[in-house]
């Protein structure tokens, strides 16, 4: 038999022996609930990952608007396991919120189906409840219990829908708030701070994905194909190359812990956490048509080698980045394009390339502007690239600088990619104000 001394803090048996210390009890205990804390955060960051990525490859392909709408709302349901979502949207005047769309039985409803006949599908957005507190704030909000709650429009058809909960989530392009989606569920939900990120960044890019279908509609498909294309590029510079990161960091946390160590887990877990944050920042821009922060902030050498050090920490890839020569001002889309190119190397090197060292050089010549990244993996035969957005996105960035773009590879040598551009004419250069 066991008993507890509590001046101790000892077990003790009943003739008075030490058995345990009550200390290892609780040591064991928050050793457990840190290791299922680990594996919650790492499962909401690899949700985010799957659902960002495959957000982005239906940018990329799918040809019909409509499917595009359709894909992003399946995935955001999916995502959060919830019974359907609806789509409202603001109207020019800013002054009423009407229903777009709505995701239901597994597809895409139009707000003309018959199944919303008799519904007024246009309310006054400064007097319908709970639209107000979604547009005055510009952050997500949650009705836990639509039976609690005071009624508001379309309640009546949710409610023999066996719907329960519905979280409010904004949907904004170039900084303005245009509408929102109703996630709607079957039981009482609540939602961590990622499950939050997560639902706004993919809200945002449901505005997108509206957006290009309402250029469609107004006969402008040449430019909704030049701007989707644009868009496609740029998120799969800034998500597709940011996610790598946080992919590779998972996995080293995963391996952390099945190797016992919490704490290492921990520290690659915050790794992937601040670089999904920077991806989801950079989304944003993206869809604002902004250049990436880090170069109005520190400039160009200085946010390559930031770029290079962050994306590499906990992997098996030493970077070496230097500039050479006087550093001067670069036209602004100079400047981004570089970036994404040192962007894209270094994602190749890390998903493909099995090196260990990758070394690169961004050199200001007289006559010549020049980046060199040369990594020491298992290389690749150039005349099989493919027509994915990687190289192809390289050589498209810098012929529109009016550049040059040397490529020199083999298997098992490694790989070499030189990006070479003309001395700049000063009067082209523009000023960030």
């Known amino acids: 038999m066991h008993w507890l001394d509590a001046r101790g803090g000892i077990y003790r048996t009943t003739d008075g022996r030490p058995t345990r210390m009550l200390g290892t009890v609780m040591e064991i205990t928050d050793r457990k609930h840190g290791e299922e804390a680990l594996r919650a955060s790492e499962q909401v960051s690899r949700g985010q990952v799957d659902a960002l990525k495959s957000t982005l490859d239906a940018l990329a392909t799918e040809p019909s608007h409509e499917r595009l709408v359709g894909h992003i709302l399946r995935i955001i349901t999916t ?62 909000s949650l009705i836990e219990d639509i039976r609690t709650v005071p009624a508001f429009p379309l309640r009546d058809r949710l409610l023999p829908m066996g719907i329960v909960t519905v979280l409010l989530v904004p949907m904004s392009i170039t900084g303005r708030l245009e509408g929102a989606i109703g996630l709607r569920f079957v039981e009482r939900r609540a939602f961590r701070a990622e499950e939050m990120e997560l639902a706004q960044a993919l809200a945002n890019q449901a505005m997108l994905m509206i957006q290009f279908a309402r250029l469609s509609t107004q006969n402008r498909h040449a430019a909704v194909l030049d701007e989707r294309n644009r868009m496609a590029r740029d998120m799969h510079d800034t998500l597709a190359q940011g996610f790598t990161g946080v992919i590779v960091q998972l996995e080293a946390a995963e391996d952390a812990t099945s190797r016992g160590l919490p704490d290492e887990a921990a520290k690659h877990l915050v790794r992937a956490r601040d670089l999904a944050r920077d991806s989801l920042k950079e989304a944003r821009r993206s869809v604002q048509a902004l250049r990436p922060q880090a170069l109005d902030d520190i400039g160009l050498g200085n946010a390559l080698e930031s770029l290079f050090k962050k994306m590499t920490q906990g992997t098996g890839l030493t970077p070496s980045f230097v500039v050479l020569g006087q550093p001067r001002p670069l036209p602004l889309d100079w400047e981004e394009n570089l ?24 050199t200001f010549a007289p006559d010549e502007v020049r980046l060199d990244v040369i990594d020491d993996g298992c290389g690749f035969d150039p005349s099989r690239l493919g027509k994915g957005y990687g190289l192809l996105g390289i050589k498209e960035r810098v012929q529109a600088m009016g550049g040059q773009l040397a490529v020199r590879s083999s298997e098992g040598a490694g790989t070499s990619i030189v990006v070479m551009l003309p001395a700049v004419d000063l009067g082209r250069i523009q000023t960030v104000d």
């Open 79 to 140: 995502q959060f396991g919830a019974h359907s979502c609806s789509v409202w949207c603001r109207d020019r005047a800013g002054e009423m919120i009407g229903l777009a769309y709505a995701f239901e039985d597994g597809g895409l409803v139009p707000s003309t189906d018959p199944r919303f006949a008799g519904l007024d599908r246009w309310l006054p957005m400064a007097e319908a409840w709970p639209w107000p507190e979604v547009f005055r704030s510009g952050k997500p």
């Open 339 to 362: 970036f994404r190119i040192g962007q894209e190397v270094l994602t190749n090197a890390i998903r493909h390339a099995n090196a260990s060292r990758l070394t690169a050089r961004l």
